[in-house]
C-alpha cells in the first residue's frame, strides 16, 4: 500500500524544519492562521472577474497550434504554477508572438467531413497508430482485448463504439508528420457524436477510458477548459467505480483487476498533469488511494485465464513509465499543493522538500530506466519524459526565486536560500535543453507526439534564461543562457519541431546590445510572485 511508503514524518530534531506535506487539508504549524495576505488584483484577475469561455468548434475546423500548451490562450483560470500564464504574461508577448499558428483541414479530412465514413483500412491503421505511440506511455487500453474486439472475436461492450474512434483519433494525431494531417479532427468528432448526455446517469470502465482518452486528446488540441471538464467527469466516475481502491473480487479474473489499476492510474496522472498545467488545485485527493501500482510485466503473460500473477520484468515494458509517473505524483504532489497555496513556501522549504520526496523517488527508479539508461527505442520518448517532467516541476518550485533575485541582487542584497533555488531553476532549464537536444539529434523518424511533448516542456525551460539574459545581458553566465536559446532557435532551424512553433515566433535579441532595463520584470506576472513579496518596492 502506499501508506506505509509515504505517509511517515521523516525523523527531525526539530519538528518546525519542515511541513508535513501529506495533510494537505491543515494548515501546517508554520504558518500563521490570522494571516491574511494583502495584494492588488493581477492583471489577469481583473480581465477575468467574469469568466467564460467557449472552445467550440466554430464554423470550418481549425486545426490549432501544436506547442505543448505552452501559448494557451483562455478566458480561464491559470494559476501561479501554469507556465503557459507565464509565457502569455511576461510583458505583453515579448517572446511570443501573438497568435496561432495554424494549418489547413487536409483534403482527406474535408472528404471525411462530406461523407461522414472512413474505411476500415485507414481506421485500423490509425488504431495501430495509437497502440505504437501513445499507448507505450498511457496503456489505458488492453490491446489483445481491444483488437479482439475490433476484429469481431468477441462481442465489445456498450459504448465501445466511442472508444473506438477516440483511440483512432489520437493514433492518428500522435503518428502525423506534417501539420496538414488533420483526420483526427473528424475522428474526434464521430467519437463525440457516440455519447449523449444520458452518458451521466451510467457508469462503467469503458466510459472511463472514453472520456479520459476525450479529455487528453483535446488539451492536446489546445482546449484546455472541454479537456478539464471531461476529465472531471472521468474522475468522478472512477470515483464512483472504486477504481482508486484496492478490492480483491473473486468474480473477476486478474487481467480485469489488472486492467482496472492500469485504467485509475492512467487517469490519475493525466489529471496531475493536466493540474499541474492549469495551476489548478488536484482533481484527485493525496489521500484514500491504496490502488496498487500497475505490473511491471509483458501482455502475453496474463490473459484471462491466468490463475497466478507472473514474476515482474527486469527491462522496460509498456507499463514501466506509467509506474514511474504515478509514483512521482504521489511523492511530490504535496509539494505542488503548496506551491499554489498561499503564502508561496520559502526556498529553505523547497529544498529540503525536494531532497525528502523528489530524490527519493529517483531513487525508486530502476537502472534499466535511469536518466543515462540506455532503452529500446520504443520506449525513448517515454523514458525522456520521465526526466523532463520531474525537472519541469523542480523549474516550476524555484522560478520565482530566480525571478526575485534578478531584482534582489540589483540592490546588492543576497539570500543563500534564494541564490541556491535560482541557481537550481537556470539548471534545470539547461538541464532540459540540452537533454531535448540530444534526443532530437539521434532520432531519424519525427512524428507528432515527439513534438507535443517536446513542447511541452522545452518551451517553459527556454523561457528563465531569456527573463535572465534580457536582464542581466552582461552576466558572467549570459553565455551560457545564450548557448542554450541558440540551441532552441537551432531545433526550430533543423525542422524538428515546425509541427508546433515556427522559428519567427521568437523575438529576442540575442546580441546584448538592445537589452531591457530591470524595470521590465514589473511586467512579469504578478501570480508568479510570492504574494509577499512587491516587486515594484524593489525599485523604490
Not at 469503458?206 to 472541454?226: E, G, H
Request: proline letters at 5%; glycine letters at 4%.
Amino acid at each position: 500500500m502506499f501508506s506505509t511508503l509515504i505517509l511517515h514524518k521523516p525523523s527531525s530534531d526539530n519538528s518546525n524544519d519542515f511541513v508535513d506535506l501529506q495533510i494537505a487539508q491543515l494548515l501546517p504549524s508554520s504558518i500563521d492562521p490570522n494571516y491574511r495576505p494583502k495584494r492588488k488584483q493581477t492583471r489577469s484577475e481583473i480581465r477575468n472577474e467574469n469568466y467564460s469561455w467557449d472552445e467550440r468548434k466554430q464554423g470550418e475546423l481549425e486545426s490549432s497550434t501544436t506547442d505543448g500548451m505552452a501559448t494557451t490562450e483562455s478566458n480561464c483560470y491559470l494559476g501561479a504554477a501554469s507556465s503557459a500564464a507565464l509565457i502569455n504574461l511576461i510583458g505583453g508577448g515579448f517572446f511570443m508572438n501573438e497568435g496561432k499558428v495554424t494549418s489547413p483541414v487536409s483534403t482527406s479530412s474535408s472528404n471525411l467531413l462530406n461523407h461522414g465514413v472512413i474505411s476500415r483500412s485507414k481506421l485500423e491503421h490509425y488504431i495501430n497508430q495509437y497502440f505504437e505511440t501513445y499507448h507505450i506511455s498511457y496503456p489505458m487500453v488492453h490491446k489483445p482485448m481491444f483488437m479482439a474486439q475490433f476484429n469481431e472475436i468477441v462481442s465489445p461492450p456498450n459504448g465501445w463504439e466511442s472508444l473506438l474512434y477516440i483511440v483512432a483519433a489520437i493514433g492518428s494525431f500522435m503518428s502525423a508528420v506534417s501539420p496538414e494531417e488533420n483526420d483526427d479532427l473528424i475522428l474526434f468528432e464521430i467519437a463525440k457524436s457516440k455519447l449523449s448526455i444520458d452518458v451521466l446517469e451510467t457508469g462503467n470502465l469503458t466510459l472511463v477510458q472514453t472520456l479520459t482518452l476525450m479529455s487528453n486528446y483535446l488539451q492536446k488540441r489546445d482546449k484546455p477548459n472541454s479537456g478539464y471538464n471531461y476529465l472531471g467527469l472521468a474522475v468522478r466516475m472512477a470515483l464512483g467505480l472504486g477504481l482508486h481502491k484496492q478490492i480483491s473480487d473473486t468474480n473477476e479474473s486478474l487481467l480485469d483487476q489488472e486492467t482496472k489499476r492500469r485504467i485509475w492510474w492512467c487517469l490519475y496522472i493525466f489529471d496531475c498533469g493536466q493540474t499541474i498545467t492549469y495551476g489548478r488545485p488536484l482533481g484527485i485527493p493525496c489521500a484514500g488511494i491504496d490502488s496498487r501500482l500497475p505490473l511491471n510485466i509483458l501482455d502475453t503473460e496474463l490473459t484471462g485465464f491466468t490463475i497466478s500473477l507472473p514474476k515482474e520484468q527486469d527491462s522496460s515494458t509498456d507499463y514501466t513509465s506509467l509506474r514511474l509517473q504515478s509514483l512521482f505524483h504521489i511523492f511530490t504532489n504535496s509539494i505542488y499543493e503548496r506551491i499554489i497555496t498561499d503564502p508561496f513556501p520559502s526556498s529553505q522549504e523547497l529544498l529540503k522538500w525536494d531532497e525528502m520526496y523528489i530524490q527519493r523517488w529517483k531513487n525508486q527508479i530502476p537502472e534499466y530506466f535511469k536518466e543515462d539508461a540506455t532503452v529500446p527505442p520504443k520506449y525513448r520518448l517515454a523514458h525522456a519524459v520521465i526526466e523532463w517532467r520531474v525537472r519541469n516541476l523542480r523549474i516550476i518550485m524555484y522560478r520565482t526565486f530566480l525571478l526575485r533575485n534578478v531584482v534582489v541582487n540589483s540592490n546588492g542584497i543576497e539570500q543563500d536560500y534564494d541564490s541556491k533555488a535560482g541557481e537550481i531553476c537556470l539548471q534545470e532549464c539547461s538541464a532540459t535543453v540540452k537533454s531535448m537536444y540530444l534526443f532530437w539529434s539521434a532520432k531519424t523518424t519525427y512524428n507528432r507526439m515527439d513534438a507535443w511533448y517536446s513542447l511541452f516542456f522545452l518551451i517553459p525551460a527556454v523561457v528563465m534564461p531569456l527573463v535572465c539574459l534580457r536582464n542581466n545581458p552582461l552576466d558572467a553566465n549570459a553565455e551560457a543562457w545564450r548557448s542554450r536559446i541558440l540551441h532552441f532557435i537551432e531545433f526550430l532551424g533543423a525542422g524538428y519541431l515546425t509541427q508546433g512553433v515556427e522559428s519567427q515566433e521568437l523575438s529576442f535579441p540575442l546580441n546584448g546590445t538592445d537589452e531591457s532595463p530591470f524595470s521590465q520584470l514589473i511586467q512579469l506576472h504578478s501570480m508568479l510572485w510570492p504574494v509577499s513579496f512587491d516587486i515594484e518596492q524593489q525599485f523604490l
